[in-house]
């Protein structure tokens, strides 16, 4: 089963990738690895506002 969170996106970047902290509330953070290019599409900035989707194998990251 999915889990969606929603929270606040802060970034720490890399040469190809970025790592994507998503405060997701309850003193809890998630963190996934995307491209910088997936970083760019998605129009993340730090503080902007992104969601979590979490299943067992992966973390996707999306927008509104």
Do not use: F, P, Q, W
Request: aromatic letters at 4%.
């Amino acid at each position: 089963m999915a889990c969606r969170r929603r929270g606040r996106y802060c970034r720490a970047g890399h040469a190809t990738t970025a790592h994507v902290r998503i405060d997701i509330g309850n003193s809890s953070i998630a963190t996934s690895s995307i491209t910088n290019e997936a970083v760019d599409e998605l129009g993340l900035t730090t503080g902007s506002s992104a969601y979590a989707v979490i299943k067992a194998s992966d973390v996707m990251v999306a927008v509104d």
